[in-house]
């Protein structure tokens, strides 16, 4: 699954007329070009009232963003330029912005982070009652509260979370936009931060594209103000830490994004063997110091999420198309974690991230778009071009709305696994030669 960014480079830069490895005018101006389509395209993006009532034009959009971002990727895959990283960023500031002040339509989740937070405001606790409940009738307003996804179920977001959602509350209530500058600021310290990480590697620093300009990222952390960003904050820098040998560090900063949303922790096993006793303890200190300090083992809303997982049904994993059941979910991506905790070879936790994070959102429940996009800075520093491609093809999930009643069609499916299967394909064929045999039996016959 590994790309080597080499060949495609090389490849693209005849293809484009320019230098692959050499930071030259047309290079930049290809670059600038992409940037400026791909900038083009999240204006769209914020300039549609409701992009659910307008799913074709949403599919346009993103199409077009993504070839913009493939075509900016195959040029600056190997760069490390000034001027080069300078366009890089200045693009990928520019695309942020424009979707800042954009109003959530895709999907409304961060309206139950302000409900929850409005509750818990009130003196109520957010993991008591469902938003339909009678306890919180005069809490509901036309705003905020005919927004909120599965009014009829409780909140699933763990304490710390909600610590979150209440401190933002405090300074700026009920207010989309304020959260969306919190966790937009959580983002851009991970981009800080992988930026760090390709330099302690010594990884081009041209692969910031594959992250900066995503635009599944874009999507659903700047536009639809996903909690995520505080994950992708916490493991980049876990991983920095872990670059630069510091894994006691690495082990805190993922347990405080496993307080946030539980599936950091599947990587706390990748940590180098490095003082693992001390390293696993600290991941148990933080995790225990901030259960406490957010109201004990019982303030965990476990049912809820229980629930969660058992009934959500928007865009089933690979187990779950199969079997539809949870537990069978559960224990393939149990399996998942220990076999490649265990058969990963050494080094940092950045460059054995991607195939865990991969194999653990393909084998969940439920394969929400933004679930994917903590593992796109991992493809920055070990690349996986079907990865990368399953990255934009996820997002035609969204062809959920295309019809009444709301359901993702057969050919959608299809487009947002291909990349994977083609992977498992290349990864088969490598392993066993099964194809070339195939080939040969055919041509006998």
Known sequence: MRLYPSVLARGAARWLGVAATTERPNTVLVLAGAGLVLGAACWGFAHVPNLVLAPRTFLVLFTMAWLAYACGVLVTVEQHGRVMVVVILAIATLSRLVL???????????????????????????????????????????????????????????????????????????????????????????????????????????????????PLLLVEIWGSGHLDALVLAAVTTAALASARRRDGIAAILLGIGTLVKLYPAVLLPLLPGRRRVSVYALFGIVMIAGTMATGGPGHWPITPMWRYVSDEYFNPGLVRSLVNEPLAALAATATWIIVVAWREGAGSLAERAALMIAGVIVLGGNVFPWYVVWLIPFLAVRPSVWLIIFTGTVGFAYSFFLSEPWKIPVWARLLEVAPLAIAAAVKLQGAVGWLPGLRVRARAG
């Open 100 to 214: 800042l002040p954009a109003s959530p339509t895709l999907s409304t989740d961060i309206y139950r982070y302000v409900w929850d937070a409005r509750v818990s405001s009130a003196g109520i606790d957010p993991y008591a009652y469902a938003p339909v409940a009678p306890e919180v009738t005069e809490l509901r307003d036309a705003d905020i509260y005919p927004r909120l996804n599965h009014p009829t179920w409780r909140t699933v977001y763990p304490p710390v979370a909600q610590a979150l959602f209440r401190a933002v509350y405090r300074v700026a209530p009920d207010n989309i936009f304020a959260l969306k500058v919190a966790f937009g600021l959580a983002e851009l310290l991970a981009l800080a931060a992988l930026a760090c990480l390709l330099r302690t590697l010594g990884i081009p620093l041209g692969r910031l594209t594959i992250y900066a300009w995503n």
